[in-house]
């Protein structure tokens, strides 16, 4: 019964991480900020303090499943030593295929409007939050204060190259989709603004004079109002809320679904204050079908920057680290299970002499 005991404790640690392998969960159309919020949740239930395992003395009926199977709260201080090994190598791998965030992630997070207002917590390592909520005593505790003051350092740091980086990008593409109008503007200030300080002077009363040339101060140029009006657009767009509950029913594939399905499943509340579920939200709602539809025409721009960012195919590199970390074997593309293929793969490896021979037999007939 021991052996079924650490299965159960073991199932329940891997569980989240297995979860990654599901066919609902590695889409085809899966966008950067999307595996960036699966990998996150998945890599935050490794370090909670409680984890849900079967309860294997519980009764159960012959209808029961694996996902009604009962389940009971275990603390994580009271799982056996070999369920704290386990625990101990899967974090390690986790941590490995987890990189430190970059001004590229923060980019890519606000972006995307699902996941624009969790930069902070999505870019954070899970071990991070586990340290700063556990209680350490002792000399322990200022040790860990003064790695917390430079996670925290660390990462405003992140999140303000990446804002500098949104910034500066939106600048470019803002100035490129309105480069007509920019271009106007800065001829008329080439023509009527020359250089005075080469216009020599004369007093020969026989050279005749036009309309005289009224001194005009250099003004802001046009790309520098370019500029400030891309800035406002992104700060509108930073500050720009959706209800996804009404865009999931809208891109609902069951009609019979209405809001009231969707409330409970998008929304949570947390301290009294009700907050969207962002891997609910980003489960239910195509986002690079919302900015086709509704963002394309009020922000324009951003909607350009996102499908340069979102809209280009994550690479195999990306997934493979988010979904490899799992165990599974996955298909060219790695967006997928293949348990054909991974089969395949060890027939060929292991019969790889025997193929070659019949191979070269076959060109010498």
């Not at 996150?40 to 519980?58: E, G, P």
Request: aromatic letters at 6%; glycine letters at 6%.
């Amino acid at each position: 019964m021991d052996d079924w005991h650490l299965m159960a404790e073991m199932e329940a640690i891997v569980g989240s991480i297995a979860d990654l392998a599901r066919i609902e969960v590695q889409r085809h159309d899966l966008v950067l900020s999307e595996l960036i919020v699966l990998l996150k949740f998945a890599a935050d239930r490794l370090y909670s303090n409680v984890f849900q395992v079967y309860n294997l003395d519980a009764p159960r009926t012959t209808t029961t499943t694996v996902a009604s199977f009962p389940r009971c709260a275990v603390a994580a201080d009271e799982l056996s030593p070999l369920a704290h090994t386990c625990l101990a190598r899967l974090k390690g791998q986790v941590n490995m295929r987890i990189p430190l965030a970059t001004a590229q992630t923060v980019m890519i997070l606000q972006l995307d409007p699902r996941t624009k207002f969790s930069v902070a917590s999505l870019i954070q390592h899970p071990g991070e939050a586990g340290e700063k909520s556990g209680v350490a005593t002792d000399g322990k505790q200022a040790t860990k204060e003064r790695g917390g003051d430079a996670d925290d350092e660390r990462l405003e740091q992140t999140i303000a190259a990446g804002n500098k980086l949104l910034y500066d990008a939106h600048r470019e593409v803002y100035c490129k989709l309105n480069a007509g109008s920019c271009g106007g503007d800065e001829e008329a200030a080439d023509v009527s603004s020359p250089n005075f300080d080469l216009v020599p002077s004369v007093d020969d009363d026989k050279v005749i004079c036009g309309a005289p040339i009224a001194v005009t101060k250099p003004t802001t140029t046009s790309k520098t109002i370019q500029h400030a009006q891309a800035d406002k657009v992104v700060d509108e767009w930073l500050e720009y809320t959706v209800d996804w509950v009404s865009v999931a029913c809208r891109y609902s594939a069951d009609e019979n679904k209405s809001k009231d399905d969707f409330t409970p499943l998008m929304l949570v509340r947390r301290n009294g204050v009700v907050c969207w579920r962002v891997e609910a939200v980003c489960e239910h709602v195509d986002i690079l079908r919302w900015f086709r539809e509704s963002a394309s025409g009020r922000f324009r721009s951003i909607a350009a920057l996102a499908r340069i960012w979102l809209g280009r195919a994550p690479s195999n590199a990306s997934q493979e680290r988010v979904f490899s970390t799992g165990g599974f074997v996955m298909n060219s593309l790695r967006t997928r299970t293949n348990n054909l293929r991974a089969e395949m793969q060890v027939l060929l490896k292991h019969n790889k002499k025997e193929i070659r021979h019949m191979e070269l037999e076959s060109n010498s007939g």
